[in-house]
């Protein structure tokens, strides 16, 4: 499985930012994809997921109304639409994909994923 996450970058809060995900190795649509983040100093986080099936979504708390994570079964790609940013949104920014197939990722339990590398998203004030 190779995840290849971009878009990253320094922005001002307020504006918004793109991020994007290739996945390669497997049947794309067949995993659920999701998005975490790791901001300095603390643990890494759920942000967001997007189920293998119907593009069932699911957010933190804290992004939901200003984040949006979608998917491109045709693409083998997974975004993460960020508006609104603030500071606290600063943080290193993972892809994930699920390691089974067919089976949900969830925020309330550890991740069971496969990992891409990150890219970093830092919000100015």
């Known amino acids: 499985v190779q995840l290849q996450a971009s878009g990253g970058g320094l922005v001002q809060a307020g504006d918004s930012l793109r991020l994007s995900c290739e996945a390669s190795g497997r049947t794309f649509s067949d995993y659920s994809m999701g998005w975490f983040r790791r901001a300095p100093g603390k643990e890494r986080e759920f942000v967001a997921s997007v189920s293998w099936a119907y593009g069932r979504t699911s957010y933190a708390d804290s992004v939901k109304g200003r984040f949006t994570i979608s998917r491109d079964n045709a693409k083998n790609a997974v975004y993460l639409q960020m508006s609104s940013l603030k500071p606290e949104d600063t943080a290193v920014y993972y892809c994930?994909?699920?390691?089974?197939?067919?089976?949900?990722?969830?925020?309330?339990?550890?991740?069971?994923?496969?990992w891409g590398q990150g890219t970093q998203v830092t919000v100015s004030s």
């Open positions: 994930a994909q699920g390691r089974y197939s067919r089976r949900d990722i969830s925020g309330r339990s550890p991740p069971v994923v496969f």
